[in-house]
């Protein structure tokens, strides 16, 4: 029998693929010709994908962290919104193909996966005594706020591609 540390493990990795499944198959709905347009501040949905990837990459890293006791690196960039984190993951990130950008996007929420489900699910919700501001950081907590923070990105990108449902490019000769 599984103890309800494996369930609740299991439960938000799935909750984690299936989301970012989710906000692929949306992506891949916004026409070519406006995927450069901005629907979130001055973001763009390939803006938001080389988001997602950094934040993959960024968890991954900070897994190891937490078990150790540390307080994960990115934390140093700590403020309202995460925006120069945020800005910094899409410079590094960032593609023009959305094909390219959407394996990258997979493969590095692969690699994250990959490493949590070698964690014991007793270390998800495990204090290991890390502390930003008062605030005890813990692995599922990390996950969780990507999680929150990819679902409202999701909403953001079905609405933009409900948006442009039916808009072709502008032809030229009329």
Do not use: C
């Not at 692929?24 to 450069?36: D, G, H, N, Q």
Request: aromatic fraction near 8%; avoid cysteine; proline fraction near 3%.
């Amino acid at each position: 029998m599984s103890s309800l540390a494996e369930i609740k493990k299991k439960a938000l990795l799935a909750e984690i693929v299936s989301t970012r499944q989710d906000i692929l198959a949306a992506a891949a709905e916004i026409p070519a010709v406006l995927r450069f347009e901005s629907f979130v501040g001055h973001w763009n949905v390939m803006d938001l994908l080389a988001h997602m990837t950094g934040w993959d990459n960024a968890n991954r890293q900070a897994v190891d962290a937490v078990r150790s006791g540390q307080l994960p690196a990115f934390y140093q960039y700590a403020e309202r919104n995460w925006v120069t984190f945020n800005d910094k993951l899409v410079a590094e990130y960032r593609s023009n193909d959305l094909d390219a950008l959407s394996a990258g996007v997979r493969e590095t929420q692969r690699q994250l996966v990959a490493v949590l489900e070698a964690v014991p699910a007793d270390d998800f919700d495990r204090d290991f005594k890390v502390r930003f501001r008062k605030y005890k950081v813990t692995i599922s907590r990390l996950l969780r706020a990507e999680l929150q923070d990819e679902k409202q990105h999701l909403t953001q990108i079905k609405r933009a591609a409900a948006l442009t449902r039916g808009v072709k490019p502008m032809d030229a000769n009329p």
